[in-house]
Nanobody
């Protein structure tokens, strides 16, 4: 059974940095892509990063490129999202997701974990 659990959320100030770890189980990273999505109240869900477990390639939307970094430790089955220079518009619940094969940040993902709330105040 595929399971994902995001953590590390909290309340920060604009300009701060925050790391969100995701612990995964039930699948091999080598065969999956793992992504971080977020959803703000009243807004559509959006992807903010993706990493391919096989070759470590990463993709980001322009809204977070240069500020967010996704990384994976295949041996530990963990995926981290490092967020820097946070802005109030980054306030959302963040989820880590997984799916088989090569995916991008804008693709749908089959497996979702529990989210973690990030609040950025100005």
């Amino acid at each position: 059974e595929v399971q994902l659990q995001a953590s590390g959320g909290g309340s920060v100030q604009a300009g701060d940095s925050l790391r969100l770890p995701c612990t995964a189980s039930g699948f091999s990273f080598d065969d999956y892509s793992i992504a971080w999505f977020r959803q703000a109240p009243g807004k559509e869900r959006e992807g903010v990063s993706c990493i391919n477990g096989n070759d470590g390639s990463t993709t980001y939307p322009d809204s977070v490129k240069g500020r967010f970094t996704i990384s994976a430790d295949n041996a530990k089955n963990t995926v981290d999202l490092e967020m820097s220079n946070l802005k109030p518009e980054d306030t959302a619940t963040y989820y880590c997701n997984a799916d088989g094969g090569r995916k991008d940040w804008f693709d749908p993902y089959d497996y979702w974990g529990q989210g973690t709330l990030v609040t950025v105040s100005s």
